[in-house]
């Protein structure tokens, strides 16, 4: 795991949009997996500043998002495709056919689930999933307790989470209990992994699976098990990492190493 520590969240969203365009640059018909919520706006303010300025097209990139609430449909305002589309879609030239949010509405969930799978497999597979985190550690909504090999499917939401995301609701709005999400076992199949926390609410989950063990209660932690993540951290999301002056050390080898400088 690549952990990378940098001063301020703006610093954060840069560096994830940096590797986001690489991608698609490297790649113009790239498979991206997509997460909501606050952690990601500034990397999607980015990409969409790197889009008005012309250097990029996102016109053959395909997307699928992480997650959506059961209950609610495509133009409820505080569905996941709204988001996506109010933060990102609509602000760049995103094909919409090829974006897939997983419908909050489907009739028969086990054969939606198992059709947004076999979406994600028919595009070829995901090229760069990014991720944010929960306070419990979850990622997309693989709450405490997911299995590590899940697939995409109905989960119940933790009080905590819906909390945390009762932000975005107003007042006297529910948040939904359920959501459809792709699986630990699902995200762990993509080719590359960026995850991005920030804020020091978020630096007792950061702490948890990056250094913590492997466990179903930080799905997070599953992570330790694939081979190409990278993790972005503002300065209050790393404060409780024990190891940060040996990821910083790591950090600079790997830079000379791109960078074809001797590293010893
Ligand atoms: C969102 C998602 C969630 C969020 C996490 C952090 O699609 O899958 O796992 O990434 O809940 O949310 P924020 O960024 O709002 O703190």
């Not at 999400?181 to 199949?189: C, D």
Request: with cysteine.
């Amino acid at each position: 795991m690549r952990v990378i520590v940098l001063p301020t969240a703006d610093d954060v969203s840069r560096r994830a949009a940096e590797v986001i365009l690489g991608c698609v640059q490297k790649k113009s018909k790239a498979v991206l997996g997509l997460a909501t919520g606050s952690t990601p706006l500034g990397t999607y303010r980015e990409l969409i500043i790197a889009y008005c300025a012309g250097k990029i097209s996102f016109r053959e990139v395909t997307t699928f998002n992480l997650d959506e609430y059961v209950g609610l449909g495509p133009d409820h305002p505080q569905s996941y495709r709204s988001f996506m589309r109010e933060h990102l879609f609509s602000k760049a030239d995103f094909d919409e056919t090829k974006c897939h949010v997983p419908d909050g509405l489907a009739s028969d969930y086990e054969d939606y689930c198992e059709s947004y799978e076999q979406e994600i497999r028919d595009s070829g597979g995901i090229d760069l999933q990014l991720l944010g985190i929960g306070t419990d550690g979850h990622i997309a909504f693989n709450e405490p307790g997911s299995s590590l090999a899940s697939r995409v499917r109905l989960k119940a939401l933790t009080k905590e989470t819906r909390a945390d995301n009762s932000r975005f609701f107003a007042t006297g709005d529910e948040v939904p209990h359920l959501a459809v999400t792709m699986g630990v076992g699902t995200i762990l199949e993509a080719r590359r992994i960026l995850l991005l926390a920030t804020g020091a609410n978020k630096a007792n989950a950061v702490r948890a699976f990056i250094e913590g063990p492997v466990t179903a209660q930080v799905t997070a932690s599953s992570l330790q098990l694939h081979p190409h993540v990278t993790v972005l951290l503002d300065e209050p999301a790393a404060e409780w990492l024990q190891r940060r002056d040996y990821y910083n050390e790591i950090e600079q080898i790997q830079l000379r190493v791109e960078q074809r400088q001797p590293v010893a």
